[in-house]
């Protein structure tokens, strides 16, 4: 369900993209990325709860604790209300006087701006009261329920974006937009909080306060407050960086990148959506050996699908975003094919995050990862203030994600047992070879063709998709798994020609 959810919800990404570019404009386009940024910037405290609801709900699911459950799902609640009032407060203070005062925008769109501000900061405050609800639902493992609200956001995403290219009416389509996507947001949080009442039984918001529930949570969220700012200051913080040194038309490029990137992690995140409450209630239940199978298997299967989506995209990147786009800024091209390495390798950490989280044991972790990830931000100034091209900041990402990796692995080793040695050879060397492997006839290939056409990229997207297949099934997988794959294909080969 996670997968039809996922596919449904690329389609409609790649044409609305394209459809919200033309109808916006590059400037405009730019500004709404940098902006609704710019209160991204306020959800670093709220991004720091949601890691600690979803882990405090999911563990004592694993432990079958009810009261203690019911007690959680109060509390977080109460908290991201809090929270939501504080940061409406902030984002239309100091959110307001950072706009006006230090990032690049024409004068003539100041007004639009700000709209989109305000409509952001309603829409982000809407969402902080629905994270206790969906958090509740992915503990509960209710994958269909979550993939069938996640199809219900995407349409209507798909008929905003079609009201606003498409309205037979005079108006300012950048404030349109922004109010149009709040919309959306109140839908959704009003469905969320519906269906979590009905369904489950903790989810019913009793007034009281919890001396215990609230020093835990607070502490959890706290010490991953570092981990959640540094992620901030790598993304958004780069991204007003790049507004301030090179304009609203390279955050336009990094905007593309970005969508296309989140296009294709969709696929690995989708298993790692599934995967997370397993790796969590596995912790609590103390089956390490499961617990260690999930990690690394999570980590490699990740790998695996986002190599097979990635690579024809990598080496066909320039005709992808022509055919898509049909006209695109500079720099998107190597901004997409670096994103994309760059997600290749942050994927490997995903299974050892939540392994971390379930510990619940953070706080010398997130000083040291975090502040290992927070120096992107300096490290991109740097950069751009002696002149670099804006591509560098992703390079310095690269380099800081892979030293992130080590991190996390030197202190798993000594809080869950994980042994470095092991996971180096089962997930880090393996997934190399795979790749490394992989990549030779779709290099071949590439080499012996012409020029950009229709053909040359069905042939690649072909002899890609089939060399990295082949690769992660006879290279990547143990005899166990390739047995279980042919298995399963068996099965679903009996069910449909039954």
């Known amino acids: 369900m996670l997968y039809v959810r996922m596919l449904f919800s690329m389609l409609v990404s790649l044409y609305t993209s394209r459809v919200v570019l033309n109808t916006l404009g590059v400037e405009d386009y730019g500004i709404y990325n940098v902006v609704g940024g710019l209160v991204s910037m306020f959800s670093l405290i709220s991004s720091s709860l949601s890691s600690a609801v979803s882990r405090f709900l999911t563990f004592e699911l694993g432990r079958g604790d009810m009261e203690r459950l019911k007690q959680v799902f109060s509390t977080s609640l109460l908290i991201h209300a809090i929270l939501a009032v504080v940061i409406v407060i902030l984002a239309e203070t100091l959110g307001i006087w950072f706009l006006n005062t230090h990032m690049t925008i024409p004068p003539e769109r100041l007004p639009a701006a700000r709209w989109v501000l305000h409509a952001s900061t309603a829409g982000f405050a809407l969402s902080l ?26 349409v209507l995403y ?15 389509k950048l404030k349109v937009y922004s109010l149009l996507l709040f919309s959306v947001s109140f839908i959704m949080r009003s469905i969320y ?3 979590s009442k009905r369904h489950f039984e903790e989810c019913r918001f009793r007034l009281g306060f919890d001396k215990q529930c609230w020093k835990e949570l607070s502490s959890f969220a706290g010490w991953n407050f570092i981990g959640c700012t540094a992620g901030l200051m790598k993304d958004q913080g780069v991204n007003i960086l790049l507004n301030i040194f090179c304009g609203p038309v390279v955050n336009a490029a990094r905007g593309i990148a970005m969508s296309v990137n989140r296009a294709i992690s969709s696929f690995s995140g989708n298993f790692m959506t599934a995967l997370n409450p397993q790796i969590t209630k596995s912790y609590a239940a103390t089956d390490y050996m499961y617990m260690m199978s999930l990690v690394e298997r999570g980590s490699r299967f990740s790998f695996y699908i986002l190599l097979i989506l990635t690579l024809p995209i990598l080496f066909e990147t320039d005709f992808v975003l022509t055919v898509w786009l049909k006209q695109y800024p500079d720099h998107t091209v190597s901004f997409v094919r670096l994103v994309l390495l760059l997600s290749m390798l942050d994927v490997l950490s995903n299974t050892l995050i939540t392994l971390q989280m379930a510990t619940g044991k953070i706080r010398n972790y997130q000083i040291a990862v975090g502040g290992m990830l927070f120096m992107n931000f300096p490290l991109s100034w740097a950069a751009l203030k002696i002149g670099m091209a804006p591509e ?9 994600s892979f030293m992130c990796l080590m991190l996390r692995l030197l202190f798993l080793r000594k809080m869950a047992g994980l042994s470095m040695r092991r996971y180096m050879k089962n997930v880090c060397l393996n997934v190399l070879a795979v790749t490394m492997v992989a990549m030779v006839f779709p290099m071949a290939a590439c080499a012996n063709m012409g020029e950009d056409s229709w053909f040359r990229f069905i042939v690649l997207v072909l002899v890609c998709v089939t060399s990295s297949v082949l690769s992660a099934y006879f290279i990547g997988c143990s005899k166990n798994e390739r047995a279980f794959f042919r298995q399963r294909i068996i099965s679903l080969k009996d069910r449909i020609f039954k």
């Not at 008929?159 to 300012?172: H, K, M, R, S, T």
């Open 129 to 154: 009261l629905s994270v206790p609800y969906n958090a509740s639902i992915v503990s509960h493992e209710k994958m269909d329920v979550y993939a069938w609200f996640g199809v219900l956001n995407v």
């Open 158 to 172: 798909f008929l905003a974006v079609l009201f606003l290219a498409y309205a037979p009416f005079g108006f300012d």
């Open 193 to 195: 909080a519906s269906y």
């Open 392 to 400: 560098w900041t992703l390079v310095i990402a690269l380099f800081l």
